[in-house]
């Protein structure tokens, strides 16, 4: 059975130990599976080289609550990725 991530719509198994994130808003299967993308990025110099994207993009898609620290993080992640595809020449 298949649960369903509020923040992102992903549908990932559910997460043994329901552990997630302290502020950013998944669902523990999402937050699992995130967990093991980034594992393998690690693990691989080809998979690191987006490593930075992948954690803009997982926490834009996952914002919680409005706090400070949430709306700072928020901001920082949107202005890496437009920064990223600034360079890449694929925003507008
Ligand atoms: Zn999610």
């Given at each position: 059975m298949l649960?369903?991530?509020?923040?992102?719509g992903?549908?990932?198994p559910?997460?043994p130990?329901?552990?997630?994130?302290?502020?950013?808003?998944?669902?523990?299967?999402?937050w699992a599976r995130y967990?093991?993308?980034?594992?393998?990025?690690?693990?691989?110099?080809?998979?690191f080289?987006?490593?930075s994207?992948?954690?803009?993009a997982?926490?834009?898609q996952h914002p919680?609550?409005p706090?400070p620290?949430e709306?700072?993080?928020?901001n920082?992640?949107?202005?890496s990725l437009?920064?990223h595809y600034q360079?890449s020449?694929?925003?507008?």
């Amino acid at each position: 059975m298949l649960e369903k991530c509020h923040s992102c719509g992903a549908e990932t198994p559910p997460s043994p130990t329901g552990v997630t994130h302290a502020y950013l808003d998944a669902s523990p299967g999402c937050w699992a599976r995130y967990g093991e993308v980034l594992a393998r990025e690690y693990a691989n110099a080809q998979y690191f080289a987006v490593h930075s994207i992948t954690v803009d993009a997982y926490s834009v898609q996952h914002p919680g609550h409005p706090t400070p620290q949430e709306i700072n993080s928020l901001n920082l992640h949107l202005a890496s990725l437009y920064a990223h595809y600034q360079k890449s020449g694929r925003a507008t």
